[in-house]
């Protein structure tokens, strides 16, 4: 798998690409854009004002306390729709327009697509020696390509195996270590009747398939050698989509979108027994079920090889100065404080239960100290999420278009679910559906035999 510092070319990528200025887009010299942008100095004393767009809960905290405590700059915060609910739309309309916003949140998986539309800028030479020291190698490493950095992490979300401690312990289950034992807590979950399943495969669940064949080494995309190299039914990603085909044709497990209520009744009755995912939904969980106080544990996620143990990341954010930002300084001061201050976290986790597990890892015991461990009998979840994450892999890649590749993906999984086709064939139709955009971005591109 290719290492970090084998990475090249977001940056060759965007020389073929047909749009005109994206290259002084991402210019990372501290210079301002020629585009409108949309800070200002304003007041007697020069105060700075910039802007800040957010689809994250505690965002206007993080705000108010920022400009509680900061005299020189002032940040104007609006509050927009997640990203696939619109707000990556109105980011990508708003710096077509020349007045994006100096600051925006973007999630890993989208943070390529804008650098390649040239909506972010490069900010190398913003990003100082401290504050990349106080980041964990991990997710820096996925807002950096070819050594050039263009977002900031807040957060790094490992994942984790959520499990019903109490089921567990009626039906005399262990918590099973590697993916031969899921399956075989899989199948005796099953004998337990009444509907009950060990968990669902997420029709929805484009980031979590990824998350998984990103433990099992796979590597979806590769611009290692120049060119958007594209495998998505990889040898790893085989073997998961084979291994997870296997449960949905035993009907070991639910297939289901879990952004559903159908979902949302399975956890509350009881009907699944364990939840794939990031460090994220251990807050998620706590505010959409506070009745099973109590009955969840949170454990490592099986192996494929106990001996070396890897894992995926299934969530999590970054913050990018774009283009249109008229004071990138102010910018990147404002986006280290948010991601590394302690009253920072502190003032975003006075919103409500949070689980996030920080990229700049001396947050850990702000993060811990806020948690409420009783939800989950008293575990120290932050040591476990503080262990797994030193286990993610490197070198992954997301895509140029991965919220137009999840769809597809999805659709097929949906498909798959119902008895028409497989996880695999999904996987494939992900990749067909995929090459065409490359392609209309102008992107040198390669696909792999599968």
Known sequence: MPGRHSRRSVLAAITALPLTGALSACSGNGSASTGSGSGETSGTKGRTT??????????????DAFNATHDHIR??????????????L????????????DVATIEYPQLPGFVIDGVVRDIT???????????????????????????????????????????????????????????????????T???RRITVFPTDGMTLMAALCWQAGAQWFDISRGAWNVSMADAPTRTVAAYWQRLIDEDLVHCNATGSRLYDAQVGNGLILTRLSGAWEAGAQMNAHPEQKGTWRIAPLPQWDSARPALGMHGGSTFAVTKDSRHPEAAMEFIAWQVSHPD???????SGTSSMYPAA???????????????????????????????????????????????IMQDAFA??????????????????????????????????ST
């Not at 910039?50 to 705000?63: M, N």
């Not at 109105?90 to 916003?101: E, F, I, Y």
């Open 193 to 195: 009747g009444a509907g």
């Open 75 to 88: 940040v104007d915060f609006e509050q927009i729709p997640a990203g696939g609910q619109g707000g990556y």
């Open 361 to 407: 890892t001396g947050l850990v015991p702000v993060g811990r100290a806020a948690f409420d461990r009783t939800y989950y009998g008293g575990q120290d979840i932050y040591g476990l999420f503080e262990q797994e994450a030193r286990k993610i892999s490197d070198g992954w890649v997301w895509g140029p278009r991965m919220t137009a590749t999840g769809y």
């Open 90 to 101: 109105k980011l990508s309309n708003a710096a077509r327009a020349g007045n994006a916003p």
């Open 344 to 350: 920072a976290l502190k003032a975003r986790l006075s």
């Open 125 to 191: 030479a913003l990003v100082g020696d401290e504050l990349r020291a106080k980041l964990l190698p991990q997710s820096l490493d996925q807002t950096t390509f070819d050594g050039r950095t263009y977002s900031v992490p807040l957060d790094v979300e490992p994942m984790v195996l959520h499990y019903r401690e109490d089921l567990f312990d009626e039906f005399g289950l262990d918590v099973p270590t590697t993916w031969d034992e899921f399956a075989e807590v899989a199948r005796a979950v099953r004998r």
């Open 415 to 448: 498909r798959a679910g119902a008895g028409s086709g497989t996880l695999l064939s999904a996987m494939r139709d992900a990749q067909a559906g995929t090459m065409p955009d490359l392609k209309a971005l102008g992107l040198a591109t390669t696909q792999h």
């Open 50 to 63: 910039i802007t800040f767009w957010s689809a994250l809960r505690g965002s206007q905290e993080v705000v």
